[in-house]
């Protein structure tokens, strides 16, 4: 039987590595440390950001960016060719582009997970009278500010009553759940009419609520390592299509539980940092979170609560560390959309990255350049990044979170050995 490279680099590897490490804890106790707070910073310079400058918003306003845009070059593309990918890619995002009225983007529930009229209004008004009287809402809207409360609160201890929110997420389709009190400062500042394309102060501003619960949904690994495909967009419109699914149901159960609960997805606040301080992840060279089970290969969505709930804290599993090194999204990047410097700095490259934050910056405007040139969108610092691995196929992937946070001095070793054995080259996906 002939053995290939990578099956023979594979085989060595694990042999090396039992060799090296034999101390490697057991499955079940492979966590990462708590920290008291996220591996990241805040300067004196940030506070709340305005809705209008995220990158999407600006296709409703920035005339400029807009001009620029529709001169660039996009490939060509054959449905012949293409045709059941498209349609797969139409498939997976059906739920989330059919969730809403409207969204903060603009278009028909795009990004779904808040109404941005009247309802909202109102909010304060239905809760006490759901709390005094108990009323049925019928809409078609999943995701909504205004549905019913029960009129009778569910009383249990803050770390009963977040570990039965918790369970009820992961139930509900999530795979991972954490709770971390709301920082208002992480919200806009005011939101974007896209009907008059004018920003306006918040009617009820949502930096009211106590605490958010985020829930990390994965994405189907398969599809999104043909990269840069409308394959690896089904990956992700799937993914969005679960946020609807979990973050309404969810929000769905804290109301019957008697308490307010309002889904969001990236419409309100951007939900990485929120689920940072949840101690879902730790924050990578991408912009994106990377988690100990899916790396970054997640989506996240949230709601917003006053129920009686006890905060998670920030874990610390290396990742900071090992991006240092690493650099693999920012070289690979199509685009050069991401930051190759060794450190993180508060540095921006425009309008649509917050000020303030010291991270790894990302260039929205040159990503989103890439989606129009493309056709679709891209993943390829998702599919990519070195904690993007199949849990369960090689116990080596299983181990690797673990080998990153407990040994950093072989971050430089697992960053070379994962280049030599061809990950993150792109894999075509058929149905």
């Excluded at 918790?166 to 999530?174: I, P, Q, R, S, T």
């Amino acid at each position: 039987m002939k053995t290939s490279r990578r099956n023979f680099l594979k085989t060595a590897l694990a042999a090396g590595a039992a060799l090296s490490v034999p101390a490697i804890l057991a499955p079940e106790e492979v966590q990462a440390k708590t920290v008291d707070k996220p591996i990241y910073e805040l300067t004196k310079d940030f506070g709340r950001y305005p809705q209008k400058n995220h990158m999407y918003t600006r296709m409703f306003w920035d005339k400029e960016y807009v001009a620029y845009r529709a001169t660039l070059k996009q490939r060509d593309v054959s449905v012949k060719d293409e045709h059941d990918s498209m349609a797969l890619a139409v498939a997976a995002w059906w739920d989330h582009n059919n969730a809403a009225d409207w969204n903060c983007y603009g278009i028909p529930a795009q990004s779904p997970f808040m109404r941005w009229d009247d309802p909202v209004i109102t909010m304060d008004e239905k809760y006490a009278e759901a709390y005094n009287k108990h009323t049925t809402i019928i809409t078609e809207n999943a995701m909504i500010w205004d549905d019913t409360i029960a009129p009778n609160a569910f009383q249990a201890e803050p770390e009963v009553f977040s570990r039965k929110v918790k369970n009820a997420g992961l139930f509900l389709g999530a795979f991972d759940v954490g709770i971390a009190k709301l920082d208002p400062r992480w919200m806009y500042s005011d939101y974007f009419d896209f009907k008059e394309k004018v920003s306006k102060p918040w009617p009820k501003d949502p930096a009211q609520f106590k605490y958010i619960v985020v829930t990390a949904i994965e994405m189907k690994n398969d599809p999104i390592r043909d990269l840069q495909s409308y394959n690896a967009s089904a990956s992700v419109g799937l993914g969005y299509s679960n946020m609807v699914e979990v973050a309404s149901a969810l929000a769905k159960f804290i109301r019957c539980l008697g308490y307010p609960a309002i889904p969001i997805g990236n419409d309100t606040l951007p939900t990485v940092p929120a689920a940072i301080e949840a101690g879902l992840g730790e924050l990578g060279r991408n912009g994106i979170i990377i988690t100990p089970k899916f790396g970054p290969r997640v989506r996240l969505a949230a709601v917003l609560t006053d129920a009686p709930l006890m905060p998670d804290k920030p874990i610390d599993m290396g990742v900071k560390a090992f991006c240092k090194i690493c650099k693999k999204c920012a070289d690979k990047c199509p685009n050069g959309c991401i930051d190759t410097a060794t450190e993180p700095s508060d540095k921006v490259y425009n309008i649509s990255n917050r000020p303030g934050v010291v991270r790894w910056p990302v260039d929205g405007q040159k990503c989103f350049d890439f989606w129009r040139m493309n056709r679709t969108s891209c993943s390829q610092c998702i599919a990519i990044c070195p904690y993007n691995k199949v849990k369960g196929t090689a116990w080596f992937h299983d181990i690797t979170p673990t080998v990153l946070e407990k040994f950093p001095i072989v971050d430089k070793t697992i960053f070379e050995l994962d280049k030599v054995l061809g990950y993150g080259l792109k894999v075509p996906f058929e149905l």
